[in-house]
C-alpha cells in the first residue's frame, strides 16, 4: 500500500510525504508505483527548480515536502500534485491511500 499523508492548514498544504509500494504487480511492471512516482518526482523536480522556500527529502521508500516560507508557487505545486495523487487513488483505491490532517 501506498500512503500519501497531507498536513493542512485550511487550504493551504504544510507537508506531503509518500512511502511504501503499491505491490499491484511484479517489479518493474507496477503501473501505480510508477504512476506515484512519476506524480511525486515531478513535485520534487518542479519545486527545485523553481526555486521554492521547501524542505525536500529523498529517501528509500520515502519522499517529504514541508514548506518552509508558503507562496502562492509552493502552494500551486503542491496543490496540483495532490489533485494528481487522487486522481490515482480514485482508480487504484487497493493500493493508493491519502489521509489528509488539519493543523
Same mark, same amino acid.
Given at each position: 500500500?501506498? $500512503?500519501?499523508?497531507?498536513?493542512?492548514?485550511?487550504?493551504?498544504?504544510?507537508?506531503?510525504?509518500?512511502?511504501?509500494?503499491?505491490?499491484?504487480?511484479?517489479?518493474?511492471?507496477?503501473?501505480?508505483?510508477?504512476?506515484?512516482?512519476?506524480?511525486?518526482?515531478?513535485?520534487?523536480?518542479?519545486? *527545485?527548480?523553481?526555486?521554492? *522556500?521547501?524542505?525536500?527529502?529523498?529517501?528509500?521508500?520515502?519522499?517529504?515536502?514541508?514548506?518552509? !516560507?508558503?507562496?502562492? @508557487? @509552493?502552494? @500551486?505545486?503542491?496543490? !496540483?500534485?495532490?489533485?494528481?495523487?487522487? @486522481?490515482?487513488?480514485? !482508480?487504484?483505491?487497493?493500493?493508493? $491511500?491519502?489521509?489528509? !490532517?488539519?493543523?
Amino acid at each position: 500500500m501506498i $500512503r500519501i499523508r497531507a498536513s493542512l492548514h485550511g487550504s493551504e498544504i504544510l507537508s506531503l510525504s509518500v512511502t511504501g509500494h503499491s505491490g499491484s504487480a511484479e517489479k518493474g511492471e507496477d503501473l501505480v508505483c510508477a504512476a506515484v512516482s512519476a506524480v511525486s518526482f515531478g513535485l520534487l523536480n518542479a519545486l *527545485d527548480l523553481l526555486g521554492s *522556500d521547501a524542505d525536500l527529502k529523498l529517501e528509500d521508500n520515502l519522499i517529504e515536502i514541508r514548506t518552509v !516560507t508558503p507562496d502562492q @508557487t @509552493t502552494e @500551486t505545486i503542491l496543490k !496540483t500534485g495532490l489533485i494528481q495523487l487522487q @486522481t490515482i487513488e480514485e !482508480t487504484n483505491q487497493k493500493y493508493v $491511500r491519502i489521509e489528509k !490532517t488539519e493543523v
